[in-house]
């Protein structure tokens, strides 16, 4: 009886630590650095080399949560219009779960079909209630209103750059703008002016696909990492960090190619010290009140139970 006890505090405990993501349980391997081409990637992982908490990224007690894009591919989700008057519509989805699991949905993921592409405004968790629930969007494909609802898709994340200006704006104009500015400068020809055009060109995909062979088996081979920092040229593009490694697992493909898209476009060949990135990352991990007051600025915190969860640093 005393040993299941003991067992169940050293658990809570654990999981508690996790109430917050800073260094006091978090730490930047410097050491653990892979970088090719415009794209350095260098690892976060928990004190201690545990997971960072139970098994199961945002899960308490019998509780398990998934990200979206697994949801998805098992058909544990439905994604629909809300309707057909875009006025009115445009800018939400409506979302079934009809499992019993929750699933985790972030700022910045990007849905594809039904009568526009549209990009999630914010992170939150989709309780497993098999009825219709809501979830608030922006357009990614500023030429399209189609008459007939094509079937929707999982995309991935948007690269960080659009990110940021969906975060610190929630501004339309300012989203479309961005697209525009980013095709634009690739050379991408879209009648739609879709964000996702880039990937219908040849050149770019190839490109893409030899970063992401080069990082997402090292990345995913490691069950200790729960985030990561990315640089390219000469500062820091972001970061994103969880509190476990069982969902930062799950985002990881779709979060890696939204970087690999900063780093093709953006990027340039990296030349940043560890020293620049130490600075970055001060800001956002070593302690609450700075955490808060920077990324309220220049990045995202989610929290969910009154526990943070999810951690989002931008390009400065």
């Not at 591919?73 to 519509?89: D, H, M, P, Y």
């Not at 700022?107 to 968790?125: A, F, P």
């Amino acid at each position: 009886m005393f040993k299941g006890i003991t067992i169940l505090v050293l658990v809570l405990t654990t999981w508690t630590a996790q109430a917050q993501l800073t260094y006091n349980n978090l730490t930047v391997d410097y050491d653990s650095v892979w970088q090719y081409k415009n794209l350095k990637i260098i690892p976060i992982r928990p004190k201690g080399g545990g997971t960072g908490g139970p098994r199961g990224m945002l899960q308490g007690p019998g509780r398990p949560i998934i990200s979206l894009s697994q949801a998805l591919k098992r058909g544990l989700v439905k994604v629909s219009e809300r309707g057909t008057a875009a006025t009115e519509n445009v800018h939400y989805l409506r979302i079934n779960n009809s499992s019993d699991t929750a699933v985790f949905i972030a700022s910045g993921e990007i849905i594809t079909g039904g009568r526009q592409d549209r990009m999630v405004t914010k992170d939150t968790v989709l309780a497993p209630n098999r009825r219709d629930q809501y979830i608030d969007v922006m357009c990614v494909e500023e030429g399209r209103w189609s008459n007939k609802e094509k079937a929707f898709g999982y995309h991935g994340y948007a690269n960080p750059d659009l990110r940021k200006v969906l975060d610190s704006s929630r501004n339309q104009v300012l989203v479309w703008k961005e697209i525009f500015g980013q095709l634009e400068g690739s050379g991408v020809k879209s009648p739609t002016l879709a964000y996702t055009a880039r990937q219908q060109d040849k050149k770019y995909r190839l490109q893409e696909t030899e970063y992401f062979r080069f990082f997402y088996e090292k990345i995913i081979r490691d069950s200790s990492i729960t985030g990561f920092v990315c640089v390219s040229g000469d500062r820091v593009i972001g970061t994103d960090i969880f509190a476990g490694n069982n969902l930062f697992q799950e985002e990881l493909e779709p979060l890696l190619r939204g970087y690999i898209e900063e780093a093709l476009i953006k990027g340039a060949p990296v030349v940043a010290k560890d020293d620049t990135v130490r600075k970055y990352m001060d800001k956002v991990l070593t302690d609450e009140r700075q955490q808060e007051q920077y990324l309220k600025k220049n990045g995202k915190i989610f929290r969910y139970e009154q526990k943070v969860y999810h951690l989002t640093g931008y390009r400065e």
